[in-house]
């Protein structure tokens, strides 16, 4: 994002505000033409249509100590308990309230619902381990039912009556989920097999509430399960995004904002101070990071969102950790940025990294630093004494952010630590944003293979290019030769060399540079074959999403966009598209052997 495009802090404001309250209007809408109809509801009348009786299932197996009961109270039922830790697992475990008959019970038809809807009150808005439950056409309901997560935000619909309508869609379920963390092992976006289908809303057996996956106290007084038909705009799911790619997570201009807490230094004899106020959509944060008489070492002094457990956008997809940053102390070198996900430890397992001015690009008319922090650049082993990844990202992908982190961000925080000295910072807003990273590439003179798989001949550029040569390869001039650095290899040429019959349909193949012999790409990555091919095929060069990308070996020429292996043959371009960020790359300079 060039920074130059705002005028002042009044128009990322604004814009924001704009943004927001689009989507919270749509979501606090609930339209009285929207039908919402009944399924399961808790009516003194057992005759009733909706009335069905309570099962309850507090983690029986593997010395789960799980625990949660129900009362039904003037048509309302009332679901308290704890989930806990298991012993065994060392992980929490679950609780569960269903209908009771597994095989026989009957529910009206939801044939042609996007949404199933929970109308309920609870005391506990903050526990991240709601899930929501639908069996149907199956024989093993506990197992092979549909399951998805729930969260009550300050955007979740509200009625007349104070009730919550926490609406969430069809598209959410899956009925491939872990046994482990009710977590989806496979999504129903990534694979429509797994998700619910006109014939499952019709013939629906089985409902369910589960507390999982998070240690912690609910409540839930539920007034039914409803389903409706809501249109894309009444979703609660949508994450407000500046037009500019930028994901607000945390502002303070009254759209965005979460509740402060301040840490400074308060063990071991930490003498560390830091205070913060908040004016002009901003929090200016002052303070000095001592050395603790103790340890004859720096402390550290902490601003972070307050509640541990605090819900913020999607950030899936994103790169990078953006800040808008001023600091008369811009030369302070013991700054760190900390967000928390997917942990019951967030101060000392929340993923941390360095950040400096230095790195930051400023904006003359805002008069604040955009500094953008990599995902690959945190880690979640850090040393508790100085701040400092024991182990980088860059080692071991396991202390990485993983994209479920990304969707689940539950803390944020800014860090003085490590570094003795007084420091000062204003702080606009902390955003998701996705950047293709740059690296400065000499466009080198390179040769092609003559060698080259999936039956890639020696098309003459003069075929495939205007002002192409008949002495020329397509390959060479497309890759290798800077006179055409303008143009890639005709549309849809990977058709004519049979692209998707040449390689596997079972596993992943490697893809190495025409030139060099390089491994580039890998594919298909974290979705199907015929993903690949679908994606390859809607655009007419083959497509390579971000975990196909063998960064290590994929550089990014000086104009942002161009694609180099790291032994400087191109091989195509960044592009941007509904799904994110792509690599539409020539065939031609990717069907290399190994070297």
Do not use: R
């Given at each position: 994002m060039d920074l130059s495009q705002f005028s002042s802090k009044d128009l990322i404001k604004n814009k924001m505000k704009l943004l927001f309250s689009t989507i919270v209007a749509a979501a606090l809408s609930l339209s009285a033409t929207n039908a919402i109809d009944p399924l399961w509801e808790f009516p003194g009348d057992k005759d009733s249509k909706t009335a069905h009786d309570v099962k309850l299932v507090n983690d029986p197996v593997m010395g789960g100590q799980s625990n949660s009961d129900y009362k039904v109270v003037d048509d309302l039922l009332q679901w308290d308990g704890e989930v806990k830790?298991?012993?065994?697992?060392?992980?929490?475990?679950?609780?569960?309230?269903?209908?009771?008959?597994?095989?026989?019970?009957?529910?009206?038809s939801a044939e042609g619902a996007t949404h199933i809807t929970l109308v309920m009150k609870t005391s506990t808005p903050d526990y991240q381990g709601f899930k929501v439950s639908?069996?149907?056409?199956?024989?093993?309901?506990?197992?092979k039912c549909h399951k998805a997560d729930f969260f009550v935000t300050p955007g979740t619909p509200v009625d007349d009556a104070g009730y919550y309508h926490v609406q969430v869609p069809y598209t959410e379920f899956s009925n491939n989920w872990s046994s482990y963390t009710g977590e989806a092992i496979v999504k129903c976006v990534d694979d429509e097999s797994v998700c619910p289908t006109e014939k499952d809303k019709k013939k629906i057996q089985q409902l369910g509430l589960w507390a999982e996956g998070a240690a912690g106290v609910f409540n839930i007084d539920l007034k039914g399960f409803y389903y409706e038909t809501l249109s894309t705009s009444t979703s609660t799911t949508s994450t407000p995004v500046l037009a500019d790619g930028m994901i607000p997570l945390w502002t303070f201009d009254g759209e965005n904002d979460h509740d402060i807490k301040l840490t400074n230094d308060p063990v071991m004899g930490g003498v560390s101070t830091s205070n913060y106020t908040v004016?002009?959509?901003?929090?200016?944060?002052?303070?000095?990071?001592?050395?603790?008489?103790?340890?004859?070492?720096?402390?550290?002094?902490?601003?972070?969102?307050k509640k541990n457990f605090d819900k913020f956008p999607d950030a899936t997809g994103a790169?990078?950790?953006?800040?808008?940053?001023?600091?008369?102390t811009p030369?302070?070198?013991?700054?760190?940025?900390?967000?928390?996900?997917?942990?019951?430890n967030p101060q000392f397992k929340s993923f941390k990294a360095d950040f400096f001015f230095k790195d930051g690009v400023e904006d003359e008319e805002t008069g604040f630093t955009k500094i953008s922090i990599p995902f690959t650049e945190f880690s979640n082993n850090w040393s508790s004494y100085t701040g400092e990844a024991i182990v980088k990202c860059v080692d071991d992908e396991?202390?990485?952010?993983?994209?479920?982190?990304?969707?689940?961000?539950?803390?944020?925080?800014?860090?003085?630590?490590?570094?003795?000295?007084?420091?000062?910072?204003?702080i606009l807003g902390v955003y998701a944003e996705t950047i293709a990273e740059t690296?400065?590439?000499?466009?080198?003179?390179?040769?092609?293979?003559?060698?080259?798989?999936?039956?890639?001949?020696?098309?003459?550029?003069?075929?495939?290019?205007?002002?192409?040569?008949?002495d020329e390869s397509l390959s060479q001039a497309v890759c290798c030769d800077a006179d055409f650095d303008a143009y890639p290899e005709p549309r849809n040429f990977y058709l004519d060399k049979q692209l998707f019959r040449e390689i596997s349909k079972a596993g992943v193949t490697t893809f190495y540079d025409s030139a060099c012999g390089i491994p580039v790409f890998q594919a298909p990555v974290g979705r199907s074959f015929a993903e690949f091919k679908e994606d390859t095929s809607e655009h007419g060069w083959p497509s390579f999403r971000g975990e196909e990308v063998i960064k290590e070996n994929v550089v990014v020429g000086d104009d942002g966009l161009t694609i180099y292996s790291a032994c400087g043959t191109k091989l195509g371009t960044y592009e941007t598209d509904d799904s994110g960020t792509r690599a539409c790359i020539d065939l031609v300079c990717i069907a290399g052997n190994a070297q």
């Open positions: 830790i298991v012993p065994s697992l060392k992980a929490p475990g679950f609780a569960n309230l269903v209908t009771s008959k597994s095989y026989t019970d009957k529910f009206p639908v069996a149907a056409n199956t024989i093993n309901p506990q197992f004016t002009d959509n901003k929090v200016e944060w002052n303070g000095s990071c001592e050395v603790v008489p103790s340890l004859k070492a720096p402390g550290f002094c902490n601003l972070e969102s790169t990078h950790i953006t800040l808008l940053l001023a600091s008369s030369d302070y070198e013991g700054f760190k940025f900390s967000f928390a996900a997917n942990t019951f396991s202390v990485c952010p993983t994209e479920k982190d990304k969707k689940k961000i539950q803390q944020l925080g800014l860090w003085t630590e490590g570094v003795e000295g007084d420091f000062n910072l204003e690296m400065p590439v000499k466009a080198a003179s390179c040769k092609v293979q003559t060698d080259l798989k999936f039956s890639i001949t020696e098309t003459s550029a003069e075929v495939g290019l205007p002002g192409g040569s008949a």
